[in-house]
């Protein structure tokens, strides 16, 4: 098995301080989210940023400050940004983060009912996103919110867009979606070809389940406030770092050694800016 990669998705479009006052979302509590996550044991960064008003943006500018921020503080972390955005956001809203110089964005591979709205992603708005990716050497993770978004994906291999090894975020739990089961799970790991990569995105209470059967599978884990905001029930969480720090914690009594960002761009067959620089 490879070493474990754990992504931390800090903030999220959906949560806000109400739901949890420790939620960053301001360009400097996301970097200091970030560095402290990292420093717990993560090795990928997935971010969305947030507007003066504390919404969800995709302005090119904050993501800017943000990742600048970031990298000041931990300048070897992997850093994704999301070009999912939040529900309803047009499609040139959210190609925005592309613009920068960034190793990793995320490709929804499909539309899937998401709570109380649709998050739209027709084939014509995943080829785009994918051929700008390609163009400018951006390593996808692929979002997979429903089973039937891992033949979209394929569909775009075969069309070129894509290159193997693909690597697969399981985003399972949001309402709407695929349910966070453990069965589930092996069904979407089952599914993909086997040179491919994946990682697990449990929402809610399926965050802590999933991420252990990743771990066991060989998979690798996400956790953070974008997909829950509780270290137990009833519990919230005081930090991202916290809920990275349970992933290695169980990474260690089972015997899975974490990766670094180094190893971790090596597992993913990123090429490292930083190293070219
Ligand atoms: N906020 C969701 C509607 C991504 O980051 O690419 C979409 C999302 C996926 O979070
Ligand atoms: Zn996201």
Request: proline share 6%.
């Amino acid at each position: 098995m490879e070493k474990l990669i754990i992504t931390a998705a800090i903030c999220g479009a959906e949560a806000y301080k109400s739901d949890n006052p420790d939620l960053p979302i301001t360009p400097a509590e996301l970097a200091q989210a970030a560095d402290e996550a990292y420093r717990a044991g993560a090795s990928i960064i997935h971010l969305h940023v947030r507007d003066e008003n504390g919404e969800p943006t995709q302005s090119k500018a904050v993501f800017a400050e943000t990742i600048g921020l970031i990298k000041e503080k931990c300048p070897e972390v992997i850093i994704q940004p999301s070009t999912g955005g939040a529900v309803g956001m047009s499609v040139e809203e959210r190609l925005q983060p592309l613009e920068l110089e960034v190793e990793m964005a995320t490709l929804t591979c499909g539309t899937v009912n998401f709570g109380s709205g649709v998050f739209y992603n027709p084939p014509q708005y995943i080829e785009r996103f994918a051929e700008i990716m390609k163009e400018r050497g951006i390593k996808p993770e692929i979002e997979v919110f429903e089973v039937g978004m891992i033949q979209n994906a394929l569909r775009l291999w075969k069309k070129g867009l894509l290159e193997m090894p693909l690597h697969f975020d399981f985003v399972m739990g949001v309402p709407g979606g695929i349910p966070g089961t453990v069965k589930n799970l092996l069904h979407l790991a089952e599914t993909i070809p086997q040179q491919c990569s994946w990682t697990v995105a449990g929402i809610g209470r399926a965050e802590l389940p999933l991420a252990a059967m990743a771990i066991i599978m060989g998979g690798h884990v996400r956790v953070g406030f974008e997909d829950n905001l509780f270290y137990r029930y009833k519990q919230l969480a005081v930090s991202n770092a916290e809920l990275v720090a349970r992933v290695v914690r169980l990474a260690r009594e089972l015997e899975r050694p974490v990766a670094k960002p180094a190893e971790a761009r090596r597992i993913l067959g990123i090429a490292s800016k930083k190293e070219e620089n």
